[in-house]
C-alpha cells in the first residue's frame, strides 16, 4: 500500500506513480538519514522544554527517535518507496510505532529547514573525512621527502628541465599545496557551520522557539539569521564542491608526474606491485593505473561544482524544488576526494625512488646554467650580460656535443676572461643545489625548515579535526542519551 505524503490534505487523489518516480530523492538523502534523526531529537528537546507540545508527547517522540536512531547505526532502517524522501520516512515510522503524538514532532519546522539543517551536518562529517584523507596522504609526501633530502633530480618549467632540485623540495611543494586544500575545508566548515533548523518554510514560525538550543545541540555555532537566505542558498555546497575540486586538481597534477615519473623514459620511481596492474596482452606491463584512474576522476569532481553552479543561478528567494539536486554531485565528489587521496597516500608511502636515475637526468639539459651565470654576477657583470654570455656557451655545447662541465677552461675564457679553474666546483649539481639557501629554497637546509612548517601545520590541522570528530560524536551521544 502505498505511503501517505506530508502534504496530502490539500489534494483529493494520491500522485501519478510516475511523478513520484520522478520527484523521489530517497535513494540520495536516505545517506542523511542518521542526522535527520538527529535534528528531530533536537527539535523535540526544543519543543518540550519550551513548552510547546506536552511533555508526554515530546517523551514518546524521544524514545522512537532513539529507536529509529538505532536501526539507523545498525544499517537496518527498512525505506518505505511509496514515500518521497527520507524526512517523509522517518517521521511516518515514528507515527506508526508510537501513535498520533509522532505528528507533532513537525511542529514549528519545515521540510525545507529541515533538509538544509540535515545536509550541513552531513557535509560537516564528509568534509573532515575528505580532509583527513589529505593529510594521510600530506604525511606519505613527508616521509618521501624525510627520506630524501639531497636526492637530487631536474626541477621542470614548461616540462623541460630547468635548475636542479631535490626530491624533499619538490614532496614538499605538493604537500604545501595539499595543505592549502584542505585549510580550505576547514575555513569553509566555519563559515557554514550555523544552524537552519526553525526557520520553517521561509518566514520563520509562529511559536516561540529557540533556535540557539537546537543549533547547541547540534553542534553548529549560531543559528542562521535570516530564515529566507537559509531556506533559498546552497552557497554551502556550492563551496564544498569548490574546495573539492581544487583538491582533485592538486591530485590530478600529483598523478600525472608519476604517470611519467613511472615511464621507461624517465624511470625515477617505481610503483609498487600492488598499486599496479597489468595487459591482458603485453606481459611485460605494468601500469600505473590508481595514479591515471585518479587524474580521470577529476572530471567528475569538476562536473559536481559546474552542477551547482548551473543548478543555482538563477533560483529565486526563497525555497525551490531544484535544490532537491544539490546533494548527488557533491555527496559523490566528497566520496570520490576522500578515496582517491587515501589510495594516494599509499601508492605515495610504496613507491621505490630511483635516486641514481634521477641524478643522471641532470646530466641533460644545461641545468646549471643559470649558476654559470650566478657565478659571473659574483665577478660583478651584470646579470643581463651574464645571462648572454651563458646562452652563448650553451648553444657552443649543443653544437659540439658537450655539458658545461665539459667545456674547456680556455674555451670558457673565450665567453668570459672572468672565468677561472673554479667554476667547475660552481656549476656540480649538488653544489647548485646546496647554494640556494632563500627562504623556501631548494638546499638541504631550507627543505629542513619547510619540513618543520609543513609537519607543524598537518599536526595542528590534524588536532582540529580530532577536536571536531569529538565535539560532534559528543552531541551525538547527549541527544541518544548515552
Not at 501517505?4 to 520527484?23: H, P, V
Not at 538505532?70 to 527498512?78: D, H, I
Not at 618521501?144 to 637530487?152: D, M, R, Y
Request: a negative charge.
Amino acid at each position: 500500500m502505498a505511503g501517505k505524503a506530508l502534504w496530502s490534505g490539500r489534494f483529493d487523489g494520491g500522485m501519478d506513480e510516475g511523478t513520484l518516480m520522478f520527484t523521489t530523492s530517497l535513494d540520495v538523502d536516505s545517506r542523511m538519514a542518521f542526522y535527520d534523526v538527529m535534528g528531530s531529537l533536537a527539535h523535540v528537546r526544543m519543543l518540550k522544554a519550551r513548552g510547546i507540545i506536552p511533555a508526554e508527547d515530546a517523551d514518546l517522540i524521544t524514545d522512537g527517535l532513539r529507536k529509529i536512531a538505532k536501526t539507523v547505526e545498525a544499517g537496518e532502517l527498512e525505506l518505505d518507496y511509496t514515500l518521497e524522501d527520507i524526512h517523509t520516512n522517518i517521521e511516518t515510522k515514528l507515527t506508526n510505532m508510537i501513535g498520533p503524538a509522532g505528528g507533532k514532532l513537525h511542529t514549528g519546522r519545515s521540510r525545507n529547514d529541515q533538509v538544509a539543517t540535515d545536509f550541513k551536518m552531513y557535509i560537516r562529517d564528509a568534509a573532515l573525512g575528505a580532509v583527513e584523507a589529505i593529510d594521510r596522504l600530506i604525511a606519505s609526501l613527508q616521509d618521501v621527502a624525510k627520506a630524501n633530502g639531497e636526492t637530487v633530480l631536474p626541477g621542470f618549467t614548461h616540462l623541460q628541465h630547468a635548475q636542479p632540485v631535490t626530491l624533499a623540495q619538490h614532496m614538499l611543494a605538493h604537500a604545501f599545496r595539499f595543505g592549502r586544500d584542505a585549510d580550505r575545508f576547514m575555513d569553509a566548515l566555519e563559515r557554514m557551520n550555523k544552524c537552519p533548523l526553525g526557520s520553517a518554510a521561509l518566514a520563520g514560525t509562529t511559536y516561540d522557539i529557540d533556535r540557539k538550543m537546537t543549533s547547541d545541540l547540534l553542534g553548529f555555532k549560531d543559528p542562521t539569521e535570516n530564515s529566507m537566505d537559509t531556506v533559498g542558498s546552497r552557497d554551502f555546497v556550492t563551496e564544498f564542491a569548490f574546495d573539492a575540486s581544487m583538491a582533485a586538481i592538486s591530485l590530478s597534477s600529483l598523478c600525472e608526474e608519476l604517470v611519467l615519473w613511472s615511464s621507461q623514459v624517465f624511470g625515477f620511481v617505481t610503483m609498487d606491485d600492488r598499486y599496479s596492474t597489468g595487459s591482458s596482452i603485453m606481459p611485460q606491463k605494468k601500469n600505473p593505473d590508481i595514479c591515471e584512474l585518479t587524474r580521470g576522476k577529476t572530471g567528475g569532481i569538476i562536473g559536481s561544482l559546474v552542477t551547482m553552479l548551473v543548478t543555482t543561478k538563477s533560483l529565486p528567494l526563497a525555497y525551490n524544488r531544484d535544490l532537491q539536486e544539490d546533494k548527488k554531485p557533491v555527496m559523490d565528489s566528497l566520496q570520490t576526494l576522500t578515496d582517491c587521496a587515501n589510495i594516494m597516500a599509499k601508492v605515495v608511502a610504496t613507491m621505490t625512488v630511483n635516486k641514481e636515475r634521477m641524478l643522471a637526468s641532470t646530466n641533460a639539459g644545461f641545468i646549471n646554467a643559470t649558476d654559470l651565470a650566478d657565478y659571473l654576477v659574483t665577478k660583478n657583470v651584470p646579470f643581463r650580460e651574464a645571462h648572454a654570455i651563458v646562452g652563448a656557451a650553451v648553444k657552443y655545447c649543443e653544437s659540439n656535443g658537450l655539458t658545461l662541465g665539459d667545456l674547456p677552461l680556455e674555451k670558457y675564457k673565450e665567453f668570459s676572461p672572468l672565468i677561472e679553474e673554479d667554476v667547475y666546483k660552481t656549476i656540480e649539481v649538488m653544489a647548485c643545489v646546496e647554494r640556494r639557501i632563500s627562504y623556501g629554497g631548494t638546499s638541504p637546509a631550507s627543505t629542513d625548515a619547510q619540513m618543520l612548517i609543513s609537519l607543524q601545520d598537518l599536526f595542528d590541522r590534524e588536532s582540529a579535526v580530532r577536536q571536531k570528530n569529538m565535539f560532534f560524536e559528543s552531541c551525538w551521544k547527549e541527544l541518544l542519551g548515552e
